[in-house]
């Protein structure tokens, strides 16, 4: 029996949790610095990632605030 990248599920044995990374022209550096280096790329020119590198799919929670404030103005009155 191997041993199988999972995340977890139904029956499965071996229960792991997802470790995120995030770099910087290759070094390591935190979700904090990772997050304003990216504010910073987006108002200034918006294009390229500058070296940025992460395996998080919302790292700065870009996309669940985009969703939240779609949802909002769904729910308003016409």
């Not at 590198?53 to 404030?69: F, I, S, V």
Request: aromatic share 8%.
């Amino acid at each position: 029996m191997g041993y199988f990248k999972v995340t977890g599920g139904v029956a499965t044995p071996f229960l792991q949790t997802e470790s995120y990374w995030f770099k910087n022209n290759g070094k390591n550096i935190t979700q904090a610095e990772y997050c304003k280096i990216q504010s910073k790329i987006n108002q200034n020119t918006g294009q390229g990632g500058h070296g940025l590198q992460t395996n998080h799919p919302d790292a700065c929670g870009l996309k669940a605030k985009r969703d939240k404030d779609r949802a909002d103005n769904q729910r308003r009155p016409k």
